[in-house]
Structures are given as structure tokens and as C-alpha cells.
């Protein structure tokens, strides 16, 4: 079963430091991998996608990495801003039972503190 | 551009009854999809469309009815609501399918909160 596990499930920093955020995942074959940012009460945004031949790509003071060998990809939060805080989705997509269909991580909820 | 919106916003169902949940998009947009976001977990996919008049399922359809008469337009119907439907709805689009080896940005609506008792 396709399968995408985030960590941590939460993480507090405060404003100015960098975090990185892990996404590990199963799904095979593998098509593309995106990273989603949401703020509370809102719909996902899209931050960064990433298909099997690409390994990083950037979003202004977001990077995404990603390592198709071992399956794993990071998003990585440089000097972070109040605005920061919300969850972050991966979303991992592969050919499953005739069609494309999407598996999403349960998120990592960021804090921000001043 | 208004993007993709969602209405209503809010909706308390009692067991039993139906109710449509609209999605529009102005960006011309081919593949539509909606999918529920249950606390805990991950958003999953419920239908999803790649054209007018061309729907399928996604990975949790039961329950659950779509249609697509028009590029803009993909509603979702519950034909008889369940407690278990309670959840926060998205509808989303893309200019084509994002979950091929292509890229495409797939823009998300802001949500219908639907609680069934």
C-alpha cells in the first residue's frame, strides 16, 4: 500500500531560525512529489514540485530535495518568518490501479514564535 | 481571477439528508478533484474529473456523486448523509492531471466544513 510519513508531526522555532522537514514515502511507481503549505482555516498552497529526475528546486526562502533512491525528501524553511506557521503537506503521486492518484502525508505543524 | 471557490463555507446536515457542494474555477482549467481532510489524516482523494463530461473515482467515492457539464462547474453530491461524512471538503484544479510525470499546478479552493448529525 502506498504509503507518504511526515516528521516530525510538530515543531516549534522561533522567527529567524532554519528547520528542515522530512517526508518519507512509498509510492511506486513514482510520478511527481509536491509540498503544500496550509494555513489553518484554508485550502493547501502549493510550494514546490519536484518529478522523478529533478532532485531540489526552490520557492524564494523554500527548498525541496528530494532523493528517489532512497525515497525521502526534505523541505527546507531558511530565516523563518511569523507567516510560517501551518502545516506542511507532502503529497507523493504514482500509477496505482489504472489511473494517477495522489497519497498525502498527515502534515508537520510549524510554529513560529517571535 | 477568482481561482477556485467553494460554497457554502459551512453546513450542518442531519443523517439522511442530501446537499450539493458547488466548485467553480474562471482558469479554464480541464482537471478538477475534490477531496475530504479528516483530522489526523491526510487529505484523500474522492472523485476527480479530466474534462467535461469525464469523471472517476478516487480513492474514497462511496457515498458520494459527481458530474462535470461544463469545464467550470464540478459539484459533489451526498445523496444521503452519514456522520462518517463529516469532514472539510476541498475541490482543486489543474490545467491537467498533476499527479502524472508532468508538473502542473494544482490550485486548491478554500474549503466547505461539513458536520452531519
Known sequence: ?114 | NAGVTQTPKFQVLKTGQSMTLQCAQDMNHEYMSWYRQDPGMGLRLIHYSVGAGITDQGEVPNGYNVSRSTTEDFPLRLLSAAPSQTSVYFCASSYSTPHSRGSYEQYFGPGTRLTVT
Open chain 1, 1 to 114: 500500500k502506498n504509503q507518504v510519513e511526515q516528521s516530525p508531526q510538530s515543531l516549534i522555532i522561533l522567527e529567524g531560525k532554519n528547520c528542515t522537514l522530512q517526508c518519507n514515502y512509498t509510492v511506486s511507481p513514482f510520478s511527481n512529489l509536491r509540498w503544500y503549505k496550509q494555513d489553518t482555516g484554508r485550502g493547501p498552497v502549493s510550494l514546490t514540485i519536484m518529478t522523478f529526475s529533478e532532485n531540489t528546486k526552490s520557492n524564494g526562502r523554500y527548498t525541496a530535495t528530494l532523493d528517489a533512491d532512497t525515497k525521502q525528501s526534505s523541505l527546507h524553511i531558511t530565516a523563518s518568518q511569523l507567516s510560517d506557521s501551518a502545516s506542511y503537506i507532502c503529497v507523493v503521486s504514482g500509477w496505482s490501479g489504472g489511473s494517477y492518484i495522489p497519497t498525502f502525508g498527515r502534515g508537520t505543524s510549524l510554529i513560529v514564535h517571535p
